[in-house]
């Protein structure tokens, strides 16, 4: 009786310990470490670091509380690996922030906050989703997806984020993009912004993989998947979907779906032309009609172009 006893009291004990649900690292598991204070140390001060993941907490901790979850922040800022990463204990949507990944020399305070976007995606970024235990999680495109294409936009429309620290604004390749996808000189900036957060962290993932080509705005992954890929995209792929997030012009309140991939998305289903899932990761659903990157190399108009050599915009700290 007693040993009865004893057996259901643990078996009752373990029930109500959070289930750990780890999806896949922003970036391929590797054995890069950047400890403070290093030759390698160029990226963020942990001042910029603390500062994009408050921004984060205060946007989107509301959001996932309505959903009956609580947004838990890891600030790892000792920790010298170079990645991140999103979990699920029970109620707890927990996002893994490496202090290694901050001070790599290619992140800026855009670059991190697209990361932080992409594993916040995991949590609520909606279908196509992974299957079996991570069936919580927003696949891989899809958290880079959403991070453009949802979380920068408010991010970066925030007061607090006026002052990161992001690329010069001298690049034009997602310029003519976003004047043809947006009519507002606020949505055509952020599109911009969001645009050049990719092309940040997309330097990352060229380094750590030692290729030699350079991504480009303006050279899209030509690949064709037969099924929608879970796993991290090609380094060009990935920069693919972040600026396809960014010339989308679904409304950042637009709602996803847990099931549907279509809602609160660019598609060929609701008749979009631009921002389009990248068909190098994507299998859509619907018939692959969708046009690839309509209209990239459309010529600027004066008024943007005037706009982006603002100083004050692209310099940040």
């Known amino acids: 009786m007693i040993r009865s006893i004893l057996v259901s009291a643990v078996i009752a004990a373990l029930s109500v310990v959070p289930v750990t649900q780890l999806c896949e690292g922003f970036l391929p598991e590797n054995n890069l470490k950047i400890p ?45 690996t ?41 949590h609520i970024g909606g279908a196509p989703k992974y299957g079996g235990g991570n069936d919580w999680a927003s696949n891989e495109g899809q958290s880079d997806y959403f991070a453009n294409l949802k979380c920068l936009r408010r991010m970066f429309s925030a007061s607090g984020a006026t002052s990161f620290s992001r ?4 690049d034009p390749g997602p310029v003519p993009a976003c004047e043809k996808a947006f009519t507002s000189e606020a949505d055509r900036a952020l599109c911009v912004r969001g645009s050049v957060a990719g092309m940040s962290v997309t330097s990352l993932f060229r380094a750590l993989r030692s290729e030699t080509v350079i991504p480009r705005y303006d050279t899209p992954d030509q690949n064709a998947v037969s099924r929608t890929a879970d796993g991290h995209p090609a380094t060009q792929c990935r920069l693919d979907t972040y600026y396809s997030g960014s010339i989308c012009s679904r409304g950042v309140d637009d709602a996803l779906s847990e099931t549907d991939p279509n809602a609160g998305t660019c598609s060929a289903a609701s008749n979009h032309q ?33 706009d982006l050599q603002n100083t004050a915009l692209w310099q940040g700290l």
């Not at 690329?167 to 001298?170: A, M, N, T």
């Not at 899932?277 to 969708?290: F, I, L, N, Q, T």
Request: proline share 7%; glycine share 10%; aromatic share 8%.
């Open 36 to 80: 403070i204070g290093s030759l390698d140390d160029k990226g963020l001060t942990q001042p910029q670091f603390n500062a994009v993941i408050d921004q984060a907490e205060k946007l989107y901790g509301p959001v996932i509380a309505a959903r009956g979850g609580k947004l838990v922040v890891k600030r790892l800022w000792d920790n010298n």
């Open 167 to 170: 690329p010069k604004g001298d």
């Open 274 to 306: 631009l921002g389009l899932r990248p068909r190098c990761w994507y299998k859509p659903a619907e018939a692959p009609v969708e046009p690839a990157f309509a209209s990239r190399r459309a010529p600027a108009s004066p008024a943007i172009l005037k």
């Open 82 to 122: 170079v990645n991140a990463s999103a979990q699920r204990q029970g109620a707890n949507y927990v996002v893994n922030m490496y202090g290694g990944l901050a001070r790599h020399e290619t992140i800026t305070q855009d670059g991190f906050a697209l990361v932080i976007c992409h594993e916040i995606g995991h």
